[in-house]
Nanobody, 121 residues
Framework: QGRLVESGGGSVQAGGSLRLSCSASEYTYSHMAWFRQAPGKEREGVAAVYTADNSPYYGDSVRGRFTISQDNVKNTLYLQMNRLKPEDTAMYYC????????????????WGQGTQVTVSS
């Protein structure tokens, strides 16, 4: 399979916005997703997209604030994050797989290295 490379992380004040990107190549998986992991916490599903029809799925903590999208021409996955909160601070990972439970990390096969997002109050 291909390779996933995240970018776009950084530091922002609460209420601000960031857009993460994930460059993907040669993927035939059904879903791509964003996960995050804060120090001392389990990896959490943030958002996922069914690549065939762009159907999105969101975790409860980000629904209404984050938007997942994909550009099939550029083979890039995005996560637009608005109204960021300090509790959004984490390492964010891009993943690809054929999950049944679309926000469960164990159901994804390939992972990027992650990009750090830090939100200050």
């Amino acid at each position: 399979q291909g390779r996933l490379v995240e970018s776009g992380g950084g530091s922002v004040q609460a209420g601000g916005s960031l857009r993460l990107s994930c460059s993907a190549s040669e993927y035939t998986y059904s879903h791509m997703a964003w996960f995050r992991q804060a120090p001392g916490k389990e990896r959490e599903g943030v958002a996922a997209v069914y690549t065939a029809d762009n159907s999105p799925y969101y975790g409860d903590s980000v629904r209404g604030r984050f938007t997942i999208s994909q550009d099939n021409v550029k083979n890039t996955l995005y996560l637009q994050m608005n109204r960021l909160k300090p509790e959004d601070t984490a390492m964010y990972y891009c993943a690809a797989g054929n999950p049944v439970r679309v926000l469960l990390p164990s159901e994804y096969n390939d992972w990027g290295q992650g990009t750090q997002v830090t939100v200050s109050s």
